[in-house]
């Protein structure tokens, strides 16, 4: 089975983002996988969702997709709250276009099952020691440095002092049920986030803090134990715009985001896309990369 992933095209934030989100979709027409995975932040309005995912339509091969962070925004008054957006509004739109909604239901075939979810932070990631408050941290804000997840996401009900602690305890708790239904021994079983687990991933040694401030809203290290508990083979996560990989025990996590133009090598959405898209072949609980992503 051929899978194709990313993450973090966001084709909002720049017109050669958008070129590559129909770069995709000729690289599926004349090569078809039997799967496209596209692991969070694809665009930050309902509206950006709709237009991306209706250029797939016509295509037969399997589309998956979860959130991330940036498509939980909610910052006019046309948007719905975030918790809407997550639950109702984005699951439609994926309907609407035949995309397969994963924080609904996991994806199983005779082969693979595929669990997905945003995930979320709750500072575990940052050094062991380090300068920030409880307040800076939950308030989004160290002096001038600021997460904008805490000016444009709305979340109603949840005080802000607790939000992220009850955000990831609410995607945890949805991520182990589908996990549980997509363990079977004869499938091989596929774990897809946006946000990552792994520390390994960031680089903290000889930057200021003001920078590794934002290490502690990159992932939780909460979710690790996820790995030992069930038979994944393969972790697909974004968030991170860089490209990661890590070989945890028998589970091969990848990490191959788009991310924003100012961060690309070569300003081609063509020859960019041949950096970031992987291509893994999925057989007898074995992955290959075939394109060296």
Same mark, same amino acid.
């Given at each position: 089975?051929?899978?194709? +992933? ?16 129909? $770069?995709?979709?000729?690289?599926? $027409? ?13 665009? $930050?309005?309902? &509206?950006?969702?709709?237009? +991306? ?33 997550? *639950? ?9 276009? %035949? ?35 409880? $307040? ?9 440095? =600021? ?16 939000? &992220? ?12 049920? &589908?996990?549980?239904?997509?363990? &079977? ?6 774990? +897809? ?11 903290? *040694? %000889? ?7 934002? %290490? ?30 890590? =070989?945890?025990?028998?589970?091969? #996590?990848?990490?191959?985001? #788009? ?10 959405? +063509? ?23």
């Amino acid at each position: 089975m051929l899978l194709y +992933a990313t993450s973090d095209v966001h084709i909002d934030s720049h017109e050669l983002n958008w070129q590559l989100w129909q $770069e995709i979709g000729r690289v599926c $027409e004349k090569s078809p996988p039997d799967v496209l995975l596209i692991a969070g932040d694809l665009a $930050e309005s309902l &509206d950006g969702w709709s237009r +991306a995912l209706q250029i797939f339509s016509h295509f037969s091969f399997q589309k998956l997709i979860l959130p991330g962070n940036h498509d939980l925004w909610s910052r006019t008054e046309s948007e719905p709250d975030s918790f809407s957006k997550y *639950e109702k509004d984005l699951p439609e739109i994926c309907n609407q276009h %035949g995309w397969h909604y994963l924080p609904k239901n996991p994806w199983i075939h005779r082969e693979i099952a595929v669990v997905g979810s945003c995930c979320w932070y709750d500072y575990s990631l940052l050094p062991g020691v380090h300068p920030f408050s409880h $307040e800076e941290l939950s308030q989004k804000r160290r002096g001038p440095v =600021k997460w904008m997840d805490g000016f444009a996401c709305s979340w109603p009900g949840i005080s802000q002092e607790r939000l &992220d602690e009850t955000l990831e305890e609410y995607f945890r708790g949805q991520l182990l049920q &589908d996990l549980g239904m997509g363990s &079977d021994p004869s499938k091989t079983l596929i774990l +897809a986030t946006h946000f990552p687990f792994y520390q390994e991933f960031l680089r903290y *040694e %000889g930057i200021s803090w003001d920078r590794a401030y934002f %290490g502690a809203f990159m992932g939780s290290s909460s979710y690790r134990d996820i790995l030992s508990s069930f038979p994944i083979k393969l972790h697909i996560c974004g968030h991170l715009h860089r490209r990661e990989f890590l =070989k945890m025990d028998d589970c091969s #996590v990848y990490l191959s985001p #788009v991310g924003t133009v100012r961060e690309w090598t070569v300003k081609d959405p +063509a020859a960019h896309l041949q950096r970031v898209l992987l291509k893994l072949e999925v057989q007898n609980q074995k992955i290959e990369c075939t394109n060296g992503a």
